[in-house]
C-alpha cells in the first residue's frame, strides 16, 4: 500500500510560481508511474502532468504545457510539479498519484492517491 502526501499549495497572484511536492511511502517508488491531477468546483478532475518510473518521460496536459515541470527523485521518494506563470483558472484542489501501469491521462490507470492540496490563483 503506497501513502502520497502532497505539499505546497497556497495562494499565489497570477503570472506568479509554486511548487508542488508528494512524498510516497510504503512502497517501491521506481515501480510507480506518477501523476499529478487537479479537480477546480464544479468540474471533472483534469490530468496535469505525468512522468514514467524512470522519469525519461514526461507528458503534460494542453492547459499547462510550457508553463508546468514534473520530476521526480527517487532518492527521496517524491514528485515534485513546478507551476509557473500561473494563472486564475489553474485554481484547483492537486492530488498526486501513483500507478502501476501508464503513464496515462485517464485517473483508471493510477491506483493510489494523496488527499490534495490546494492552490488558488488571484487575478
Known amino acids: 500500500q503506497v501513502q502520497l502526501v502532497e505539499s505546497g499549495g497556497g495562494l499565489v497572484q497570477a503570472g506568479g510560481s509554486l511548487r508542488l511536492s508528494c512524498a510516497a511511502s510504503?512502497?517501491?517508488?521506481?515501480?510507480?508511474?506518477m501523476a499529478w491531477f487537479r479537480q477546480a468546483p464544479g468540474k471533472e478532475r483534469e490530468f496535469v502532468t505525468a512522468i514514467s518510473r524512470s522519469a525519461g518521460s514526461t507528458y503534460y496536459g494542453a492547459s499547462v504545457k510550457g508553463r508546468f515541470t514534473i520530476s521526480r527523485d527517487s532518492a527521496k521518494n517524491t514528485v515534485t510539479l513546478q507551476m509557473n506563470i500561473l494563472k486564475p483558472e489553474d485554481t484547483a484542489v492537486y492530488s498526486c498519484?501513483?500507478?502501476?501501469?501508464?503513464?496515462?491521462?485517464?485517473?483508471?490507470?493510477?491506483?493510489?492517491w494523496g488527499q490534495g492540496t490546494q492552490v488558488t490563483v488571484s487575478s
Open positions: 510504503g512502497g517501491t517508488f521506481s515501480s510507480y508511474t
Open positions: 498519484a501513483a500507478g502501476t501501469r501508464g503513464p496515462g491521462t485517464s485517473p483508471a490507470y493510477y491506483d493510489y
